[in-house]
């Protein structure tokens, strides 16, 4: 891949095993990858480097350069502004592309945070439009990132993409969570942004298996393509993102949702 042909990502989420799979695989192809998490250890450890320390200055597996770790938190608008800038020699522009694979985690109260999601894709919308104010973005390509949003599958109102067997389950466990991912691909929609939403099965396993693709065009109402499936690994659904968003055409997936199944 030539110098040229490499992207500036952003990761929001980068702890969770879709992002951390996209993350890891961009990683080593070369690609500039920033990740925003509020524990830094934890995603270092998680991607299998070390950090230095007073006793040993020099780790023996050290971060490469192409990764950047900020702290911070996704829904917060100072560390999103600070993360979408790329300072170049001339100007700043904004990242390429921006995977956010925010998600909450189940308790025995509930979701943990249930409207996640919806909070971190307004604090994100909110902060582009700050962005292009401030540096004169607005009629830009530099102004434009390519958001990919990991979703779920079970949300579409055009098509059904999980098996019958599977529905009364994921209204029972998954409707306060999906409530808040149709929020966020709601907002999508309406943004006018430069998108894309990752619908993913249910998660189980952790290999490498085929892959099946349903499309629905969500600007334009119209389902292209079905996959049925029961469920699909979040190491599937990062392989996916890496070779069809970062690395393939992603033009053809603008405005789209993917359903990823097995």
Not at 118 to 128: N, P, T, Y
Not at 135 to 150: F, R
């Amino acid at each position: 891949m030539s110098d040229a042909s490499k992207k500036v990502i952003l990761f929001l989420g980068a702890t969770g095993g879709c992002g951390l799979s996209a993350l890891r695989r961009s990683l080593a192809a070369g690609h500039t990858c920033i990740a925003l998490c509020r524990t830094p250890r934890k995603l270092l450890l998680l991607l299998g480097y070390s950090e230095p320390s007073s006793t040993s200055p020099a780790p023996p597996n050290p971060p490469p350069p192409n990764l950047h770790i900020l702290q911070g938190n996704a829904h917060s608008g100072s560390s999103l502004l600070h993360a979408l800038t790329v300072s170049g020699s001339f100007s700043a522009h904004l990242v390429d592309i921006v995977v956010t694979s925010l998600g909450a985690r189940p308790t025995l109260k509930g979701m943990d945070d249930p409207h996640v999601c919806e909070r971190g894709v307004q604090a994100l919308l909110d902060a582009l439009q700050r962005l292009r104010k401030d540096h004169g973005l607005e009629e830009t390509s530099q102004g434009v990132p390519h958001i990919v949003a990991v979703s779920s599958t079970g949300l579409s109102e055009r098509t059904r993409d999980l098996p019958w067997l599977m529905i009364p389950m994921y209204r029972l466990l998954l409707g306060t969570a999906h409530a808040d991912k149709r929020k966020m691909e709601k907002m999508l929609i309406e943004s006018g942004e430069k998108f894309t939403v990752v619908r993913g099965s249910l998660y189980a396993g952790s290999g490498e298996g085929k892959i099946r693709v349903g499309v629905e065009d969500l600007v334009k109402g119209v389902v292209e393509s079905t996959a049925i499936g029961y469920t699909i690994s979040r190491e599937d659904v990062g392989r996916w993102v890496f070779e069809e968003i970062v690395e393939g055409e992603a033009g053809k997936w603008v405005g789209k949702a993917a359903t990823i199944t097995y």
